[in-house]
Structures are given as structure tokens and as C-alpha cells.
């Protein structure tokens, strides 16, 4: 515990207990942040003549000159050191009073909401990116007939266009999420104090304002006490985690030697050290792993909330750093996985192998209804019996006869049709398949089309709350300083 | 496997698997949801001619009788019982048109969608009612002064109904993320099909219409692979359970015989079997245990859903029951919650003991430096030498005289001071503390009857929130089953 | 409440309490061991002359009559359940003596071990059946050359009764932890009481001996209050969980059209709706889920133990049925595999293709390594320079000439060899590199059978101590009904 | 990737990919053991006459050579780091054949093994220093009166030593978990290579016997892909995180002013920077933190087991750092912890005040039954009507007069007695009642005494499979280092 505490209560620490508590290793990413805040809180403080204007410039040029945090032994955290250095700067008696009606409690909480604000503003545009990306691939493969997949069999021909279109839209349902937890996260704890705000007539609204939050945290215990905003925004970063896992492990299997659906760029793969024909998805792994690891994360931090005594406990200065592991590991695999995709070729035509052809097979059954009025199921059934007996005797869909179907038709529907090669024909290709299926959302390249067009207008949209956002930051930065800058001039 | 499907590809499958991957016993909660998708969707066959008007009505009429999920062995799942029971209530011809244009993959994400919009729906409705308990419960301790702890350890005063308007700003953010994925949630997949539409000219708009949903889920392959909304739910549901368990965990030690604040109700409260002067709180305990299972249902969800391949696989019927085991675990302690508070009596005067009194030291400090000018840091170390000085010598706050503040003031601000006994009793005095401490958010009475009003606007607007998500139900339920009276007609 | 209890401190509990809090819905499974335990106290009561012989005859009589647990609206648990029918069967007197000398939180613990070590004892079982299937379908395949796969990409050949025996021992683990938790879950609590043992002159020992456990939980405190028996168990089951996870999802993936490796049993698949040519694993895919769903389960209740107070509280009531729930998914999940694997048919001629017959190409380096002397690394830049340029120019194996071969090894060793064109067929033949890998735990046909002869070996004995934890378990039975009958014959 | 290996297969990688999936920054710790293998496999390549006794000694020597891990940008890993030091040290030739008959995939699995062996052994050394702590407390707590909870009400009176007793059973198990993985852990893999074994004659029995392994992980692709003995040691520490955290949990609680029963050091506890008279528990609330994010670090490595293809992919990488982050945190919470517990002090005389003195009230409806006569249930009933007659008029046990336990009992049970006074006195005497409850397990000072005997021989017991496992790792390094040294000097 810092020297400037322990005048008081109790005896001594010991050097090993403080740096086991200590937060300092993980505090450096927060010391911008209060400094902010300090500078913040005085500007109010003098303002409201709390403390002597001339007390104020000292220690708003005190803390004007603190440039970095320098860790050193039986540091207890960050805002200890802010003080000391104020203290150091100034004196006893004026830096004493950079703590008046201000607390660790509100200040960790209204530190770790600035950087938070910054990071979930990063991460959405790093996903914007990568959505970008999607997008861009996506409109070189609107007419690349790709087998898509249900059960990891392949069920009917759609277009890697469709497929990487379902990917954006997954990703921009966790921007949605992660948009609407910023408002929770930009709320400003400060006045809150130890939990019962203070007796001096601060201005919690000023100080809100001045560090640029949409508001204030009102209630002084749930100030410093809640962390729900960084679980929320863990939870939006694990199920985008989630999505990402699955978005990899689509790659991992399709770029496989045996699907053969997609080669992943050499840059972005890895040899053995034995085997030299391997060519291992080594980043897709790492990715995969991460996103798991970000389960994890929040499993820890759920874990540490759950009948945690309410207000403020140490156990909440533990759980920051995991908040900052898990945003990091979605940023660095979220950016990565932006400059691969666009690297991605695709290999092989799948549908001239024996099972893919059969994939077109519901077009096979549809066409009997519609054209032929076949009872569904009954022509389900009927296509169903031809290729189980073409399965059986390693037939493939260029066996599909007019004879077979027919007899086929016969048998489950008791119908007698004189069915066309052409419509057979029609009905197996997969490319007219992906054509004929051009309802909204589906693969038809005219529809994937007009779908690219509308995420590229929702992508600008949040390229825009990204820059908004962004803006709002740095202005609140800067706003600060002039008035801060002024206040030092007074 | 239903022999609806089997008559095709694939020898009989046995009992037992069948048994194994049936999701019948789950299916109940599926049931009306599934009859009305399938009413919409007929409906909209008839109106885009995709089946003959004679037809639809037959199917309509048929889905008309189908009253209860009547489980029987081998049965695959509510999909093919309705389906069944159409083609038993008509024909194979007939009924065998029914799954035209549509699949289980986008019928069952649907049907999920209708039931988990009404969860949803009425576990706001249920946080709503414990809100309202809380304030109610507020409005009668606005001067019942209690001690604010941070951890766990007395810190200052505060109100009750200071502390009980943090626990409604809490669940109101819990709401507020609830409310958010409402939208998410009511979005329709059908007509994605399997995965890839339907060359049939179906009117994917008008079923959702019909079905009383916000929008498209648009792209098919996320239409039927995703299940982030299910997981964002999960997600909100776990917070608020991480929430839940802080405010029970408070109240397990504030009703301790040693707390001594807080007096269950009997009816809420266990004896022991052999024990007779013990009174658990078994239902505070039961809800703790029940909040702690649901951040074990969130992993196991996110735990599926990780690397799972893209677009529909089994492990998704899976992951079904889950999420309506959080939803039911979290509304029945959420009512329990909302009937137990308003029965808790506060007991004890806990501020006449000698630890309590000291939590207005940052008071005195505070007017040290208002009105004696003593810098606060200086100020704070002066309070504390003089309570440590008491501590060991078992004073209480009493024993707090001019003469040893100002000696404390000298010895640590070198200031020499003359005191007024009167402002070392007021700061003291724990009421006046309170009434003290009246800035934005804080535990004064006056500020927290503000708090309260504003807080019952605000519930207001969950409630009309929640009136009209039900409107919106029943009303689409309505407009459906006219609809579909009227086609019946035809 | 039970009104046994009620005549005393509280006053009367509501229905809707008692419902939420009771456990009856899930203590049918405690009931025989619950009725075990009371009659073991009894008879340790009588021979310790606590209770009078006569007493003791009647109570042992009218347990003796309790059939099975019929739940009732207001039933609290299994505990009070037993004591009330028991009182009915005799009077107050009577019956209101069963309890002298217990407590639910002694008892509770006992019977959760009893029934424990029953399903541990049968999931060891179990997962020994489906060690057996495993070397039963091994032994088919010694000769099996099959893809041995890192990364998921095919690395070397290895053979399929290879792989299977590499499942086995993982098992084989998962089999050991079971069998090392069992001694702790076999531990007695009974007359721990509510905490502090009783100042009846009890013998824990003798009751310990009359349940057939291996000892007592002696502490008292420790007795009622810890639950690491029932997490360790969890814990192994979790372990085992992923273990069948990784195992399942090899075959979803090599029974894949593309990879297909592995043809799935007709049996133990699934079609589509509106696919008929799909043949879905189901099974596999209903099994992976699970396995995940055991993952939240460890989860719950690692986080409900997490932090709570010692001894007892009702969140252990809470954690039990967790507990049940993951042991049946395990078993039920164990035994479908245990008849799914002897049915998997090998499908293809993988090495016959193009990029699978690269596999050998770590043996041709060891040949130029170990016959032709070239440093290995250098050996293995040759062979992978000359694999680069095979594949970018769509060359096979069979395309590694000698001078290719040889201008590699010049080009990166800077050696000049006579390779012979023999040796290269021998290096690249899958069959010659399974054979020539038999160094201990290899694939070569020899050792995969002394492998097979070993693991029969030990599956024996794992059997062995099936067979005698169960007849331990039935032995304990018997012995106490023929006690108890003797006592009630006094 | 390192130049050592891209001579062949691939095109270059990026620097930012290598960053991304480098190890590197984790690899510090597996250095020693990586070097020790290398040591180990060179030596027994020259025994097998694989390489040449000329190149073996400058192989060794070459290794001897290199001290510690220097990062460099575009290190891949450990690994490739000491192979390329060695190539360095020697040549292409040389160097290049260290490389023989082994491969990443079983070195990293080795390495990992032996680092963990040590760490395991070092967290079982100081699990036994915080069991040897609360023995030690334990013996000066024998007669220590404390109230034992249940529900976190004061249930009957035990022991402080009683209490820290069934801490050390605790801990005992969770010590025999860590001893039963460690075999699973030490087994070595070496000679596995890539998956396959090799088709060099090694020797993998000589390998494990050099590096001090109890055996070999015999079957090869187990031994490359399998890491259930990490997840294994992973749940173990879970385990153990659960039970610090309950301990722990106790402590915070009982130290609070409220429950005032124990008193922290003030070494190990800290102020607050507004609020002087706070004592808070940090050490304790950063302990229970920790444990819970060890929760998550299981989570994290399970989900990112679960599924995962079998033998090796890259997220087994990324597993091992979360091994080493839970190890670490939970050896540094044991450490402290095994010095707080004798510092704390017991404050206070509980069972002076009222609601403490009604924990003795099972004692007094024993002595009902016991010398009575009064059916015990009807014992109960009478002595909690008494009791709940007295909390309702604020009496206290000394309020529990003869003629009102009569009354009681007449009331009850129909029984007309004539209670001794003394019989009420005994009864409700704290340390009486513990004296009488001397069974097996109980809070008795002598059955306590005795149980301290059996433990301190245990943890005896305990330190010396430390010893012999610590003497077991440092004499397989210096007979390596040994046989190393001797072979260089062939």
C-alpha cells in the first residue's frame, strides 16, 4: 500500500503482498485514461470553487507533466501513482487535494469505460473490415457454384457468393450487439466516490461531459459496483467468437485436400517439419483456438461476478485484464482473417464428382411436382428410390433416365408421366439450379447481388458510427485539454 | 426416421437410435408454434398458386384438427408428427404437399423464434414485477439510513432505498439488453428451406406477414445455420443472472444472525431438521444455485456452437432445450425474487454499534478541509491516526474529541486548529451524513425520491414495451387463424 | 416445509416456496439408498443401544414397507418423505426416534455416493464395452492402410486398427481417473449429523460398514460440506466428454462424401426431408452435443461451488441433479458408439490419389538420409522441393523420378547421387511404410496385434473391477437386509 | 516459418502471419526441456548407430552451447530456435541431423510433460506448506469454541481447530488428485515423430529412461494428439480453485465487523483511500478472484478440446500458456495464503450474544431423548417452540427456564416431567457440548488431537513423494547431463 494511506489505519505491508495485489502490471493501458480524468475533475473542481483556482493550476500543470507510468516496487496501482506524482510535483497540501470527493472506486470504473470505448470502437471497425473483405470476395464469386452443406454433406449447390453474404450477415448481427452495448459502456461513474457520492457540490454532469461520456452511471452504488457493461461486451465478443469459430472451421475442412473446395494462400499456411507436402492451416488454427480461449474469458469474469458481495471488491480489479485479453484476441484474429479471405482461391469442380451431382436432386423432385404434379413427398419419394438404386450401383445423376424416373414414379405415386430428358437435365444442372432458386435470400447471382448492394449500404453505415464515435473521442480528448490549458492560464 | 422420409434412400433405422436422437420429449413447447407455420405457409401456397385452392383448404382444415403433440414411439420429432397427422387427416396426395417450398431446418428455427419471442417477452414482463417490488419496497426505507459496504466491509451510510434503486438500475439494463434482442430474435427464416430456397415462387414476406414478425432473416444458409440470437438471449439471461445472484448473495448476509439488517420472511425461510433455532434462507440459496446453473447452460451452448460447420446440424436441436431451461430457471426465481422483497424487515440499529459509527470518517475528513481548511490527503491521514488510535484502545466514534483531532491535525498537516465539538458531531452523525451526500445519484432522501420517480417512468415504458410485444403476438395469432378461416372458406 | 418440523420455529411456509425449493422432482433416484441408510442406523441405534430393541424391530419394519417415493404436493424431500411414512407406519414416539443421531446433510452426502458409485461403476462398464468394440473392429483392420491425418491434413499412412487402438488408450485413461475417484466417492459421512457429530454414542464405523463403504469421511465439518467428490467425477466425465467429442467428430469428417474414408451404418443415419440423397450422421452429431452439453454441466456446478460457504447450503440440493444428467448423457452416448463402430465400413483406396501418396514422402528422405547418407534435413528440403514443383505442375508420386530426385539433392545438399528407382517405390508404397514403421507403438501390422494383445489384457482387468465394485455394491445390500432382518427378528 | 523448413514446399510467409501464430513468447519455459530432448535424442541416436559417433559429439556439444531462448522476429518457436543454433554451432550437415527420427509433435508434447511434472510436484510442495499452516494454527485453536454454520446461520458450536481440520481433509484430496495424474503425466512420447513412429531404429524405451519418464505414452498417434493428462491437471487445479475459494469465502466473511470472529492481519489486508477506518481483505478478495478465472481457464482449454480433430493441430499450441497461467496463479494464492492463516487472530466471544447461545439447542433435545425419554422428534419440536417463544420476546438462552421446557414438552409430546436445572445449564454450554461430541470426526479437543496426529503423518507422508519426485527430475537431468558428457568424450 502507498505511503500516502498508511499514515493512518494500519501497520506496514509486506513488499510480497503488494505485489500480489498490485494491478500495476496490467495498468498501463489505463494510465491515459486517468490522467484524463484527474485533469477532468480538477477543471470541475475549480469551476465549482471547490479548491482555489490557483491550487487548481498547479496541479492541472502537475499532471500536464506526468508523460508515462513508471512501475516500480510496492506500486499498488495506477491511480497511486498518478496522485504521488502529483504529489511529488506539487506539494503535500496542494497535491493532497487532487483526491477531494473522488475515489479508486469511481475512477477505475470511469478509467476502464475510456479505454473500453476506444477498443469496442476499434473492434467494430476491424470487423468492418473484415466484412469488407467478404464483400469484395463475394463479387468475384456471385456465379462460382459451390456446394453448400448441411450435416457436413453436401446438400445443394448455392454460390460462395450466398455463402460469404450468410458470413457478413452474421458478423454485422455481432456489430449490432456490440453498437448497442457502447451507450451501457459510455456512461460516467466519477462522483460516485467510495459508493455514496460526497458532501462537496461537485458537478457529476460536468465531468461527464468533459471526458465526452452519453451520461452519467446515476445511482453511486451501481457507479462502482456494476460490471455488467464489461460482461455484455464480453458476451457480444463471444459470440462473435462463436461465429468466427465456425466461419474457420468452414475453411479449415473446405481447404482440406479432400474437399478441395478452396486452396488457402501459402502466406497464410504453414509446412511441416517432417512431412513436406503438408501445407497446414496453421492460422486458421490459431484462430479457432483463440476464439475458444475468449469462451474462457468469459467464463472467468462470469464466474468472478457470480455472488460477488455487490459494490466494490478487489475481485473486480482482477477481472479487467481478461476484458482487455479477450478484445485483443478478437481484434489480431479479426484483422487477420480480413487478409485472408480475399487471398483464398478456389479449387477443383466439385460437381462433376458422383455425390455433388445428386445435390440437385429437390430440383429433380420440384420439377415432377410443378411441371408433372407429382405429389411432393410421392416425388420426393420416387427421386429418393432412383438414387438410392444408382448409389447402390455406383451410379451417378447422368444415370437419371427418363425409364428409371418414370418407373420410379410409378412405383411411389402411382402415376403414369412421359417425363422429358431435358427436364432431367434442366433440373440437375447445378448452375441453372442456383438460377432457378432466386427468391429473396436465395443463392441466384441476380439475388446475391442485389443483397451485396445492401450490405455495402449498411457497411458504410457503420463505417460511419465507427468514424462518429471515433470523432466523439478524440474531440472530448482535445476539448479537455483546451479547457484544461485555459484553466491553467486563469 | 418417420417412414415418410425412408421410403427412399436408407435401410430402417433401429429403435434405439431413434430414441437417441429423437427431440420429441423436448417438442411440446414447438407444437402450436409448428401448426401455425404451417397454416401460414399454406395459406401463402394457395395465394401465390403454388397449390390448388382445394388443396390448401384440405390442409388447412386438417392442421384445424390437429389439438396436442401425442408422443408415441419411434416418432422423430413435431415436424413430422404434424406432417403425419395432415397426411392422415387428407391423403398422401394431399398432405404430401404440405412441405412444398419449406424443410425442417427453416421450420424449426422458426418455430423456435415464435417460442422465444413469448419467453422472452414474459421474463421482461417478470424482471418488470421485481423492479416494481424493489421500488415499492424503496419508497418505504427512503430515510431507513444503512450502512454502504464495499468489501464486504461497512464503508459509509447510505440509504435502503439508495441500495434498492442500484438493484433496478441493474435489472433495467438487464431489460434493456433483452428488449435489444428482441429484434433479432423476431426475424423469419422460413422459405430459406434446407438451405438454399426454393425455385417454388413463394412469398417468404408474405408467411412472415402472416406469422407476426419483424422481418426476413434474409440470406437462407444464415436463415437456417444460425443460432446467434439464441446465444445473445443466453447471453442477456446470464448476465442477469450474474446480476440476480449479487442481490440474493446481499441479502444471504445481511439476513445473517451476525448482519443482523435484514429479517426474512418466515414463509421464505427452512428450519433445520435438527437444529431449531436455525432460519435458512433456502429459497435465496435455491435461486443462487439456479443462477450459477445458468452460466453453465451458456457454456454449454457456446460450447456446441464453436467450429460447428456452417448452416444446419443436429447439435442445433440440441442446444434447443437448454436455452428454455435458462429461460424457465431465470422467470420462476425472478417471481419468487419479486414476492420476497417487499416481505423483508429491516431490523436493528446498526449504526449504534462502534464499528458502523466510524463510517462517516470521510465526513469528518471533508470538513477538515471545507471549513478548516485542512488539505484532504492531510485531512484523511489525521481521521484515520485518530480512529486507529481508537480502534486499539476499543473506543467508538464518541470518543472522537476536539482535542484529539486537532493533535492529530497538527501531527499530520502541522496545522493548529480549534475545533467546534458541534461539526465533529455532525459529521458524525450518520443521517445527516446522508442528507449530506444529496449530489446527482446520491443516498439523500430527496435525491432518491427523484431517482424513484424517474425510475417509475421508465417502468412504465417496459410495461407498455411488454403490452405491446403480447399485442403483437396474439394479434398475428388472430390475423393467422382469419386468414386462414377465410382460405378454409374459399 | 413438512410439518414435522414446522411445529417449532417458523411460521407455515407458502405452497408456491415449497415447490420451488423442493427436490422431490428429482430425489427418486435417492430413494433406495435413502431407505438403505435409515435402516443401517437403525440397526448400528439398536446395537449401540441408543433406541430400544422394540423400537428398533418396528422401525425397521416399517422401512421395510416404504415401496417407492410417492411424490405429493408440499413434499420437501426424499429425507422427510421416509421419516413421515415411517411415523405413519408406527406413531410419534416411534417413528419421531428415526431421526436421533442424523441429519439431512449426512445423510443427503451418503446416499449421493451410493447411488454415485453405482453409475460410476456402470459408466466404467460401458465405456469397457466400447473399449472392446474398438479392438473387436482393430483387429479387422491391421492391414487397413489408412490416412494418418495432423492438422487435418493427411500426413502419413498409419493403419485404421492403429488409430483405433490410439482411441482405446485415451479411453483407457478416462477409464483410470474413473476408477481413482471411486475410493473418494466411497467414503462414508454418515453421523457427521448437522455438522458436528452427535454426543450419542454412535458407531460411524459400523454404519460405514453396513453401506459398504471403504471408509468414513471422518471430519465432520468436511463430511457435510464438500462436494470435490461429485466435481472430481464431473471432472472425469468432462474429460471423457471431450476424449469422445475428438473421436466422433474424426468420423463425421471421414465418412464425408469428400473424405470418404469411412461408410456410415444405414442403421445410425439420418435422410433429409427434402434431400434424398443426403446420408446425415445424426448419431455422431447428437453424441458431439452432448459431449458439449457435459462441458456446462462441470460449469454449473464448478461455479455454484465456487465461493460458497461451508458446509451445508441448499445449493448443493441444487448441483445433484447436474451431476445425474451428465452421467446419463455420458452412458447413454457410450453405448450407442459401442454398437456404432463394429458397423463402419472402409470405403475408397485413399492412397490411390493423387495427394495422399505424397504421405510417404518422409520415408523417401529417411532413405536418402539412411541409405544414401544425405544430411536429413537436407534429405527433406530435396524431397519437398521436389514435391513443390510435382504439385504445380498437377504431378503425382509416381511422377518422383530418379533424376528428379536426384537434381534435388545436388541442388540442396550439393551432392551427386545414383538413387536407385526401386528404392523409390519402396519409400513411396504406403503398405512398405506402415510395415517399416514397427518401432514400439507404431503401425505396423506386428505391433498394432502385440499392442491389441496388451490392451485385451488390461480391458480384462478393468472388467474385473466392474464386476467386483458391483458385487461389492450387491454384497452390501444383502448383508444389511439379512442384519436387518435378524434385528427385527430380536 | 523458419527458413529451415520453406526450402521446399510453400512461398514465403509474412512476418505479420509469423507473429500471429509464433509461440515464441510463450516458449521461455520450455526451453531447458527442449534442450534436455535434444540432449537425450542425440545421444540415443549414437547408441543406436543412426548417426555417427563424430557428428553425435558435435551435436551435443552444439547443444551444450546454447544457454537461454533469444527472441528474435520471425522465430516460429522453440523448436526451430535450437535447431537452428545447433546448424549455427555446426553445419547444414551436422546440424541437420538432429532432426532425425523425431518431430515437433512429439518434442513439444515431452517438453510440456516436463515442465509440468515439475510444476505439478512444486504445487503439491505447497499445497502441504498451507496444510502444515493450518495444522499448525489448528493446534492452537484445540479448545478454540467457534460456531459452525450451516446456510451461513451459526448452527452448533465446534472448533476453530475442528474447522481448519476439515480444511486440511480437503486439501488432502485435492493433493491425491494431483499425485494420481502425475503418472498420466510422465509418460513420455518421444519417438512418436510426426504420428507414425519412424522407420529408424530407435530407441524410445532409452529416450524416456534418459529424461527420467516412468514410461513410454506408447501408442504414437495418442501420443502426438492427446492432451487429456493437461486437461486432467487442469481439473484438478479447478477442483482445488473451488475449495481455496470456499476457505477463502469463509474467512472474508468471518472477519467482517459483523461476524467479527476472526481478525486479519493487517500485513495482508488494506485501507482505503477515503475511508480510513476501513480494513479490507484484498489478499483474500484477489485469491477468490483468481480461483475463479482458473474456472475459466478450464472452459477455454475444454471447449478447445472438444471436437478438435485427433493427433495434432496448432490449437494445442495454444492451449499450454492457459496451463502455465493456472498453475502459476494457483501457486502463488497457495503461498500467501499458507501465511495468512497463522497470522489470524480469533476476535470477539460469540457465543455470548444472543442467537449464538441457541446453537446448543440440538444438545438440549438430546438430552431430552437421552435422559428423559422424549420420542426425539417431539425433543425437537418442543425445544424449537421454546426457543421460537423466546426470539419472539427477545429472550436468550438464559431465558430457558425449567418450567418453560416442561410446558414445552407437555405440550409436544404429552409428557409430564421434572427437568433439572443443571440439565438445561449442561446442555446449553458451548464447550460442554463440543467436549460431548467426541465420535469419530468430532469438534471434541481430544478426537481433534487425534485426527491432528493422523494428518501431520500424512502430510509426512505427502513431502516425501515431493522429495521423491523433485530427487526423481534432478537426477534425470545430471545422469543425462552425465551420459551426455560422457558420450561427447567417445
Known amino acids: 500500500l502507498s505511503d500516502l494511506l498508511r499514515g493512518g489505519r494500519l501497520a506496514a505491508t509486506r513488499k510480497d503482498v503488494t505485489a500480489f495485489t498490485s494491478s500495476i502490471a496490467h495498468d498501463g493501458v489505463l494510465f491515459r485514461p486517468v490522467v484524463k480524468i484527474n485533469q477532468a475533475h480538477v477543471v470541475m473542481l475549480m469551476e465549482q470553487e471547490i479548491i482555489a483556482q490557483e491550487e487548481g493550476r498547479r496541479l492541472l500543470q502537475a499532471l500536464q507533466g506526468i508523460r508515462r507510468l513508471a512501475a516500480r516496487p510496492g506500486l499498488e496501482d495506477v491511480h497511486m501513482y498518478v496522485e504521488e506524482e502529483v504529489v511529488k510535483a506539487t506539494n503535500d497540501r496542494v497535491g493532497g487535494n487532487l483526491h477531494i470527493a473522488k475515489s479508486r472506486n469511481d475512477q477505475v470504473s470511469t478509467a476502464i469505460r475510456m479505454k473500453l470505448r476506444r477498443d469496442l470502437t476499434r473492434l467494430v471497425a476491424t470487423i468492418t473490415t473484415l466484412q469488407d473483405a467478404l464483400l469484395d470476395t463475394a463479387g468475384h464469386h456471385l456465379n462460382t457454384v459451390f456446394p453448400g452443406y448441411t450435416h457436413l454433406r453436401p446438400a445443394q449447390p448455392i454460390t460462395l457468393a450466398h455463402y460469404l453474404v450468410a458470413c457478413v450477415d452474421v458478423l454485422e448481427r455481432d456489430v449490432q450487439r456490440m453498437k448497442e452495448a457502447y451507450p451501457r459502456v459510455n456512461q460516467c461513474p466519477m462522483g460516485a466516490c467510495a459508493l455514496a457520492t460526497t458532501s462537496f457540490p461537485i458537478s457529476r454532469e460536468r465531468v461527464a461531459e468533459l471526458l465526452g461520456f452519453d451520461g452519467l452511471l446515476e445511482n453511486s452504488v451501481d457507479a462502482v459496483g456494476s460490471r455488467d457493461f ?235 458510427w465507427v468514424d462518429r464515435k471515433s470523432a466523439d473521442q478524440s474531440d472530448a480528448e482535445e476539448r479537455l485539454d483546451r479547457e484544461s490549458t485555459a484553466h491553467e492560464a486563469v
Chains 1, 2, 3, 4 share one sequence.
Open 230 to 464: 464489461l460482461l455484455e461486451v464480453l458476451a457480444a465478443v463471444t459470440i462473435f467468437a462463436t461465429d468466427v469459430s465456425r466461419m474457420v472451421a468452414d475453411l479449415i475442412v473446405w481447404s482440406s485436400l479432400e474437399f478441395g473446395l478452396l486452396e488457402l494462400p501459402d502466406a497464410f499456411s504453414a509446412t511441416s517439419s517432417i512431412m513436406p507436402q503438408k501445407k497446414n492451416p496453421d492460422v486458421l488454427e490459431v484462430v479457432r483456438a483463440r476464439m475458444s480461449r475468449i469462451q474462457g474469458r468469459f467464463a472467468s469474469v462470469a464466474t468472478s461476478l457470480t455472488s460477488l458481495p455487490s459494490t466494490y471488491n478487489m475481485d473486480l480489479q482482477e477481472i479487467t485484464p481478461t476484458l482487455w485479453a479477450a478484445l485483443h484476441e478478437a481484434e489480431a484474429s479479426t484483422k487477420i482473417l480480413a487478409e485472408l479471405y480475399p487471398e483464398l482461391r478456389v479449387s477443383g469442380r466439385p460437381f462433376e464428382k458422383a455425390g455433388y451431382a445428386f445435390t440437385t436432386a429437390t430440383e429433380l423432385a420440384n420439377i415432377l411436382t410443378r411441371k408433372y404434379g407429382v405429389p411432393f413427398r410421392a416425388a420426393h419419394k420416387a427421386v429418393g428410390a432412383v438414387i438410392k438404386a444408382l448409389v447402390e450401383h455406383d451410379g451417378t445423376s447422368r444415370d437419371i433416365s427418363t425409364g428409371l424416373l418414370e418407373a420410379a414414379v410409378k412405383e411411389n405415386a402411382d402415376l403414369a408421366l412421359q417425363i422429358q430428358q431435358q427436364d432431367i437435365e434442366d433440373a440437375l444442372n447445378p448452375t441453372r439450379f442456383v438460377d432457378a432458386h432466386h427468391v429473396r435470400g436465395g443463392p441466384a447471382p441476380r439475388e446475391v447481388t442485389r443483397m451485396l448492394k445492401t450490405r455495402r449500404r449498411r457497411l458504410r453505415s457503420s463505417r460511419q
